[in-house]
């Protein structure tokens, strides 16, 4: 058989290999104007379930639909040419049953073109994850914070403190070894984090972990500072797009009162042309 060529990105298997390399850069997108952005300068790209807080105005991730995972995926599939694409599973596709996840993770990869699904859990996801990549769909495992738990977990706490950082250090191990390519580790003491990287055999992925991490990850939001509702500990704004964007509209509004836009170089010039239905004579 022969393959097709053009595309860049590099294949689970290339992550899997990055252990202990060069550090994996990693951002969300959720639209094709974004993805072009993200695309010349990340490893990964995820489609996360985030989207419903930063681009629908939902209270938390679990009110994220297949149908809306799928649209965005197909929205930021158009904008990679290199970046790997990763996206994530919502609440409620995939915790039942292996065979759900397997249907639901199928439908997403078939539909949007990404390489692999995301899903959280530890342990109790392990058997999930080796029946989806023993069938052939690669999975990046999430563990420590996850947020479609958070009702479970009392809100968004720091998870892996003191005798419960046993507990997310076998998450980690689980997912690794029922095959996952690569692991989140979110919002975690950072000598936790230090130690799950050192003792599991994929690469870790950071959000509120450790620089030890072999990757970093934000949501993109965040970091532009477009989302502005709540800043985390753990984010670094790099822009602060949000408020330039708000002082960009508030120009125009007030250009728009006070007829200074359109200016005569915003404008059409031409010879006059009879109105539709008017008298030309």
């Known amino acids: 058989m022969s393959a097709t060529g053009g595309n860049t990105a590099p294949t689970p298997p290339d992550i899997a290999a990055r252990k202990s390399q060069a550090p994996l850069v990693c951002l969300t997108a959720y639209t094709t ?48 040419e290199r970046a790997l694409m990763v996206v994530d599973m919502p609440f409620g596709s ?19 073109g ?3 699904v995301k899903l959280e859990g530890g342990e109790n996801m392990a058997e999930t994850i080796d029946f989806l990549t023993g069938r052939g769909i690669p999975v990046m495992a999430h563990v420590g ?35 996952a390519f690569s692991v989140v580790l979110e919002k975690i003491p950072e000598a936790l984090a230090r130690r799950i990287t050192e003792e599991v055999a994929i690469p870790t992925i950071g959000i509120g972990a450790s620089p030890a991490c072999d990757g970093q990850i934000l949501v ?32 125009y509004a007030r250009e728009v009162r006070e007829r200074r836009f359109p200016a005569p170089e915003h404008v059409f010039k031409g010879e006059s042309e009879a109105i539709p239905g008017g008298d030309a004579a």
Do not use: W
Request: contains cysteine.
């Open 33 to 80: 104007p974004v993805a072009r952005l993200v695309d010349p300068h990340c490893d990964i790209a995820l489609v996360g379930d985030s989207v419903g807080m930063v681009l629908h105005g939902l209270p938390s991730t679990l009110g994220v639909t297949l149908d809306m995972m799928i649209m965005h995926g197909k929205a930021v599939r158009r904008g990679l």
């Open 94 to 112: 995939y915790e039942e049953s292996p065979e759900q996840a397997f249907r639901n993770a199928a439908r997403v990869m078939a539909e949007t």
């Open 114 to 116: 990404c390489a692999a």
């Open 220 to 251: 993109v939001d965040d970091m532009l500072g477009l989302f502005t509702a709540f800043q985390p500990k753990f984010v670094k704004r790099y822009a602060e797009l949000g408020q330039m964007a708000e002082a960009a509209i508030a120009a």
């Open 145 to 179: 914070l996850t947020p479609q738990a958070v009702n479970a977990l009392g809100g968004y706490r720091v998870q892996g403190k003191g005798e419960d950082a046993e507990r997310v250090i076998d998450d980690a191990q689980a997912v690794a070894q029922a095959g």
